[in-house]
């Protein structure tokens, strides 16, 4: 695939707006690994293979193991997700497929695993994602060619 257009280059404001609501994001108190978590399931069910590539790469660079990285399309099967991660995963799930509807049960599910700052954080987390998502895939961005930062 050939990347169509620079977002950044071509309409810079429209990626100064994605990289403030990045910017909160990261400053809230929500952990790292968790975060990398929730955008590669966003990223998966969305088929952005850009952002897959992105996520997974600062994820083993937080030091998330492959196993982990690799088993998040299937996290409902696999063992070694803690229940806030699950609970997390699972709110991704609902927010990124939101045509299906909030249920009560979803809601709960996460509200025992985050308080109400952190819901709506993790919230802001998953729209973020989604918004990349969809300026990464109908632009195609070039796949791989993501270099992840040092995370201190």
């Known amino acids: 695939m050939s990347n169509r257009l620079k977002v950044a280059r071509i309409a810079p404001e ?6 403030a609501l ?11 690994s968790l975060l990398e978590l929730v955008k590669l399931r966003a990223s998966y069910i969305n088929g952005c293979a850009y952002c897959v590539d992105m996520h997974a790469k600062d994820a083993r660079d937080l030091g998330e193991t492959d196993q982990r990285i690799y088993m998040v399309p299937v996290w409902h099967e696999a063992p070694f997700y803690s229940e806030r991660e699950r609970a997390a995963l699972a709110w991704t799930e609902t927010i990124t497929n939101i045509a299906k509807g909030v ?3 979803d ?6 695993q985050f308080g109400e700052k952190e819901l709506a954080e993790l919230t802001m987390a998953i ?3 989604n918004a990349w998502n969809r300026l990464a895939i ?3 961005s070039e796949v791989g060619s993501y270099k992840p930062m040092t995370h201190v």
């Open 107 to 112: 809601y709960a599910q996460a509200r025992e």
């Open 138 to 140: 109908p632009f195609q």
């Open 103 to 105: 249920t009560d049960a």
């Open 127 to 129: 729209i973020t994602i």
């Open 22 to 32: 990045q910017a909160y994001v990261d400053g809230t108190s929500l952990e790292k």
């Open 14 to 19: 429209v990626h100064q707006t994605m990289r």
